[in-house]
């Protein structure tokens, strides 16, 4: 039972990522999926959601109009487009499923 995230990097502002993350051990289309972050010296934070069928998703205020998260049941794997990237967007990101969590992909955003 795993989440492997993918696709974090280095980017300069107003640049973009797509973050992956493909799911193994379980059923997924059963679960809502999230994504979420942690800026260096902060706490984790929730970034977006979508249900286990994709059909609802919400975001937090910070990245609403920037971010899309998506997910393809039929190869178990949630993804997170990030658009209009900022400085602070850099941190840590994790995709989790009820109770179970990835390692995490860094992104930066720096010139």
């Known amino acids: 039972v795993q989440l492997v995230e993918s696709g974090g990097g280095l980017v300069q502002p107003g640049g973009s990522l797509r973050l992956s993350c493909a799911a193994s051990?379980?059923?997924?289309?059963?679960?809502?999926m999230s994504w979420y972050r942690q800026p260096p010296g902060k706490e984790r934070e929730l970034v977006a959601t979508i249900t286990s069928g994709g059909g609802s998703t919400n975001y937090a205020d910070s990245v609403k109009g920037r971010f899309t998260i998506s997910r393809d049941n039929a190869k178990n794997t949630v993804y997170l487009q990030m658009n209009s990237l900022k400085p602070e967007d850099t941190a840590v990101y994790y995709c989790?499923?009820?109770?179970?969590w990835g390692q995490g992909t860094q992104v930066t955003v720096s010139s």
């Open positions: 989790v499923a009820p109770v179970l």
């Open positions: 051990g379980f059923t997924f289309s059963r679960y809502t």
